[in-house]
T-cell receptor, first 115, second 112 residues
Framework: DTGVSQDPRHKITKRGQNVTFRCDPI?????LYWYRQTLGQGPEFLTY????????KSRLLSDRFSAERPKGSFSTLEIQRTEQGDSAMYLC?????????????FGEGSRLTVL | GNSVTQMEGPVTLSEEAFLTINCTYT??????LFWYVQYPGEGLQLLLK?????DKGSNKGFEATYRKETTSFHLEKGSVQVSDSAVYFC???????????FGSGTRLSIRP
């Protein structure tokens, strides 16, 4: 399978714990995006990378959230001191910037439940 | 700012009915417009797109026309099938290098 993969698919944690999600994009894609989706809502943009550079962060992304893409391949999204309001589906997507279609390819998401 | 507003759901139709899901946008300049679909248990995937005014995107029997005068990109299908049951998201991208902004989604259920 050469699509976008995310791990873990489901994470249940207690409030105050740290969690980390991993995303492996499609191999030739230089852009990688993180979105958050809550029930009944559309994906909300969190941040994106071009290769290893983080180019934009949403105001939604508090200082408890950090994302990295150290070698321009996979990416991690860490949430420190989780709160119940962090419960959501975290989506990763990738694209090749020079591809004129502009299509984003999404993974199936990592669902976080904070108790 | 740039935003997308789409018809609230859920929408329930009988098989072979005509479908319209409304979408309007607010954006500076000339954004590209998209419809993404999320089938049960699957990730979002691109359904169709249009990059300039009066363009019509089409795929799998679905169509949407980029209307700059009404800032709309309504999704239509002439005869829906049970397999079209999914959540549909209207979205825009205001430049070729920018992020995509999504609407809140419309859940569509088709009765046999």
């Amino acid at each position: 399978d050469t699509g976008v993969s995310q791990d873990p698919r489901h994470k249940i944690t207690k409030r105050g714990q740290n969690v980390t999600f991993r995303c492996d994009p499609i191999s030739e894609h230089n852009r990688l995006y993180w979105y958050r989706q809550t029930l009944g809502q559309g994906p909300e943009f969190l941040t994106y990378f071009q290769n290893e550079a983080q180019l934009e962060k949403s105001r939604l992304l508090s200082d408890r959230f950090s994302a990295e893409r150290p070698k321009g391949s996979f990416s991690t999204l860490e949430i420190q001191r989780t709160e119940q309001g962090d419960s959501a589906m975290y989506l990763c997507a990738s694209r090749y910037l020079a591809d004129g279609t502009g299509e984003l390819f999404f993974g199936e998401g990592s669902r976080l439940t904070v108790l | 700012g740039n935003s997308v507003t789409q018809m609230e759901g859920p929408v329930t139709l009988s098989e072979e009915a005509f479908l319209t899901i409304n979408c309007t946008y607010t954006a500076t300049g000339y954004p590209s417009l998209f419809w993404y679909v999320q089938y049960p248990g699957e990730g979002l995937q691109l359904l169709l797109k249009a990059t300039k005014a009066d363009d019509k995107g089409s795929n799998k029997g679905f169509e949407a026309t980029y209307r700059k005068e009404t800032t709309s990109f309504h999704l239509e299908k002439g005869s829906v099938q049970v397999s079209d049951s999914a959540v549909y998201f209207c979205a825009l991208r205001y430049s070729s290098a920018s992020k995509i902004i999504f609407g809140s989604g419309t859940r569509l259920s088709i009765r046999p």
